[in-house]
């Protein structure tokens, strides 16, 4: 509905004292694309045509797939010839709140992620050290956490990068970051293993790369269905660009976002424009050390589905330019030998739909770093989708601890994971 109109329904819903549902709830703005179904949907060619009209694609069931889409991506998905039905709409809650609802308040806002990081400096000051890495659009410090012995200085150790939350409501991401920093600190006294690694390994934590969208969607007490990041677009009412679209490798190359500023897939006008695309991509290039990136291995964590995935995303074949059939085979055993511990389904991630311009292509195919995407729990929209009960933070965060040693274990050598050599 256009602005005027929507005015006009939101003052006689709060007139006539009518529970608001969110798609009516602009408190703060626009809110994320409502969210449907797609029936009748088998396969990634099909998910992929999908996902070509700019629609987010949520997650994928037995045959139907839920996405998120604007009026325009499900006009087009119609005429594909595909049924979409609209999903109910949450009640929204009291205006204003800025946290998460009182149910939730295990999850950790921005302020309380930036003094949960700060204590973990304080109690651990030789082993983790904060850096701000940059400001997001609205001006929060975006920050990284390193762990290592001698955390202060430089040292010569296989580097791991682990980043969180590129989509707003994807908000157990950050919870992973903060249990990542906690298990490698509190563990480091009494376990061997946790000991060799920290000591042996410099670990990059980035709790919260897209802070403005993750306070947005908490922004009212009702979750708000934000993915993107909080910049306005020239030339449109619409706000945000997909942090996960805008990375500068093949972007935009293959119909796997979207041109439309309102689509929750939008690219953005050039491939890093978004500025916290653009921070934390100047950080991973600051890496590069002696003519050498350092960092050697690196997971995205987001929601939902119970995934691990590997590039590329752009294309659906395994070896092309920039993936060798060694290094493709790296990837699958090293990505199904993480998931044969957490039980998440392991694959590439353009078997799920074609993406481009996402953080692992740009990881793997500009600086050879073996990344690859976590999609955390739950597995299905029935569990809570975007907004599993804070109950399952503990449980779905030690969940990955298994997944992240071994990638730290490996991280000295990738390829040896399939019995190869290193340079
Ligand atoms: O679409 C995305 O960005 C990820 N799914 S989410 O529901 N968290 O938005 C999946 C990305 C898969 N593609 C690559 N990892 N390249
Ligand atoms: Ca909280
Ligand atoms: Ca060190
Ligand atoms: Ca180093
Ligand atoms: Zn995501």
Redesign the pocket.
């Known amino acids: 509905m256009t602005r005027a109109r929507f005015s006009l329904f939101l003052c006689v819903m709060v007139a006539i004292a009518v529970v608001l549902s969110p798609s009516g709830n602009a408190v703060s703005g626009e809110r994320g694309s409502a969210e449907y179904h797609v029936s009748g949907v088998r396969t990634v060619e099909q998910r992929t045509a999908i996902a070509g009209t700019g629609a987010v694609i949520n997650a994928v069931e037995d045959s139907r797939t839920l996405i998120s889409a604007t009026p325009a991506e499900v006009a087009r998905i119609r005429e594909l010839g595909f049924t979409v039905v609209a999903e109910p709409i949450a009640a929204a809650g009291p205006g204003n709140a800025r946290d998460f609802p009182a149910a939730d308040s295990l999850f950790h806002n921005y302020e309380e992620m930036v003094s949960a990081v700060d204590q973990a400096v304080a109690a651990h000051p030789g082993i983790v050290v904060k850096q701000v890495i940059g400001k997001s659009h609205e001006g929060r410090d975006l920050i990284a956490v390193k762990i290592s012995d001698n955390a202060a200085a430089d040292e010569t150790e296989p580097e791991v990068l682990f980043t969180h939350h ?2 707003a409501r ?1 908000h157990i991401t950050v919870e992973m970051a903060l249990y990542l920093i906690t298990m490698l600190t509190a563990d480091y006294a009494t376990d061997p293993h946790v000991k060799s690694l920290v000591d042996g390994r410099e670990i990059w934590i980035l709790p919260d790369i897209n802070p403005d969208g993750g306070e947005f969607d908490i922004s009212t007490g009702a979750y708000q269905g934000w993915r993107k990041n909080r910049q306005p677009n020239a030339g449109s009412t619409h706000i945000g660009t997909d942090l ?1 679209r805008n990375w500068d490798y093949k972007w935009g190359c293959c119909n796997g976002s979207s041109a439309a500023p309102d689509s929750g897939t939008y690219r953005g006008p050039a491939a890093g424009s978004a500025p916290e695309v653009a921070a934390v991509g100047a950080f991973v290039r600051s890496r590069v050390v002696g003519g050498k990136q350092q960092i050697t291995a690196a997971i995205d964590f ?1 929601s939902y589905s119970e995934l691990v995935l590997w590039p590329f995303g752009w294309t659906s074949e395994q070896v092309v330019p920039g993936m060798t059939r060694q290094e493709y085979d790296t990837f699958a055993a090293l990505g199904r030998a993480m998931a044969q511990t957490n039980g998440y389904t392991a694959e590439q991630s353009s078997a799920l739909y074609v993406t481009d311009g996402a953080i692992d292509d740009y990881l793997w195919g500009t600086q050879r770093i073996y990344a690859y995407t976590f999609e955390m729990f739950p597995a299905t929209a029935g569990d809570g989708g975007f907004y599993p009960p804070d109950e399952a933070i503990a449980r779905e965060t030690a969940r990955n601890r298994a997944a992240v040693l071994h990638l730290l274990d490996y991280a000295d050598c990738p390829p040896r994971v399939i019995g190869a050599a290193c340079g």
Do not use: G
């Open positions: 590129q989509h994807e996960n987001h």
